[in-house]
């Protein structure tokens, strides 16, 4: 679990500290604070040796195309777009601290290739008065207790995008899920997800914490239709539905909890957590929530523009799960300059009685 995040010079941020992470944790604040570029941070920290790890940050926005240079794909997750001064995230994961580098490198030189042999030729040939060709590149560093100076560097040049890794030590089953604000998950990788928990005989959880949502089903199936699978629910009807028929509630909810049931000891960030659910019901989803996370040691982190959602959470997590709840806030000054501000179960309790607005 990380229980510390900071942030310096990634996208809006000059420095972000976000000092007390619990296993729920909620994010609030204004319009255009940077919520949900702490969950991207967050996603791209423990992402840092995938060759799509920036491509990702636009395809979570929405963005589906981009220019393939540096100033178009490259600046922009660099504060104010400044590709000379460097990103940097750390943590404390699990009690121990760990740092992310990322430095924009324009004259990074690759390895020089070597010649494939040809039919009857012993060994691979290089050309020995063969000129480097520099590409451009994202250094990325990682500093943890075990390992010190893991190195990759992500690649920018005319055969496309890559990554070549110098030396790292990454951990094993740990593993970050990102849920964004538009609508429920992919129906395929929620099928996925299903199969892999229905097969260890976890199908009635699932289902226990959907009837929440839908108190008329029955039961939950993953069928395959040509190339796609998709998680079908049985309601009463004549036949068996897809699951994003009964709403944005149920999809939304079965693809958190899917998220949650196989990213075992890992993190699952998500954006606008209240969409699609009903306020009404929001106190039992929390509860569930809370549950899944603790019997799957999973660590929720999502952000929020709804009261009627923190205080579903406060009361959800009332009682035993107190420990597990706070909430951030985040608020820009005038200067730019950015803050968080924690509360606790108590503070929260404690602004709640008094109608003191912590949003």
């Not at 992402?47 to 600046?75: H, K, T, Y």
């Not at 929620?190 to 914490?209: P, S, Y």
């Not at 205080?311 to 820009?332: M, V």
Request: charged share 25%.
């Amino acid at each position: 679990m990380i229980s510390k995040l900071c942030i310096s010079r990634f996208k809006g941020f000059e420095h972000l500290e976000l000092s007390k992470l619990t296993r729920v944790t909620l994010l609030g604040g204004k319009n255009n604070v940077g919520k949900t570029t702490i969950l991207e941070a967050l996603f791209m920290f423990f992402d840092r040796f995938n060759p799509q790890m920036i491509l990702r940050q636009f395809a979570l926005r929405g963005v589906n195309v981009i220019p393939m240079e540096p100033e178009s794909m490259w600046a922009p997750v660099f504060n104010n777009y400044e590709l000379t001064k460097s990103i940097i995230i750390s943590g404390l994961v699990d009690r121990k601290e760990e740092k992310m580098t990322v430095k924009f490198n324009p004259n990074y030189i690759a390895s020089i290739p070597a010649d494939i042999p040809k039919s009857g030729e012993r060994s691979l040939q290089i050309r020995t008065d063969q000129k480097p060709v520099p590409s451009y590149a994202l250094d990325i560093t990682y500093d943890n207790k075990e390992m010190k100076n893991q190195t990759a560097h992500l690649l920018m040049s005319q055969s496309g995008i890559g990554i070549q890794i110098d030396n790292a030590k990454m951990k094993k089953n740990y593993q970050i899920t990102f849920i964004g604000a538009r609508g429920s998950g992919n129906p395929s990788e929620d099928a996925v997800r299903f199969g892999q928990l229905d097969i260890l005989g976890m199908q009635n959880k699932i289902l226990d914490l959907l009837k929440i949502v839908e108190p008329n089903l029955k039961s939950l199936s993953s069928i395959s239709m040509g190339d796609t699978s998709m998680v079908y629910g049985d309601i009463g009807l004549s036949r068996k539905i897809p699951i994003s028929y009964m709403g944005d509630g149920v999809s939304r909810l079965l693809t958190i909890i899917l998220a949650i049931a196989t990213a075992k000891n890992g993190i699952v960030a998500i954006d606008e957590c209240e969409n699609g659910i009903h306020y009404s019901v929001m106190p039992k989803v929390w509860k569930g929530i809370v549950h899944a996370a603790n019997e799957f040691n999973c660590q929720v982190i999502a952000t929020t523009h709804s009261d009627e959602c923190l205080r579903a959470a406060y009361e959800g997590l009332s009682g035993e799960f107190e420990k597990d709840l706070s909430f951030t806030r985040i608020d820009r000054l005038p200067n730019r300059q950015t803050l968080a501000k924690t509360f606790d179960y108590e503070m929260l309790r404690v602004a709640f009685e008094t109608n003191m607005e912590v949003r």
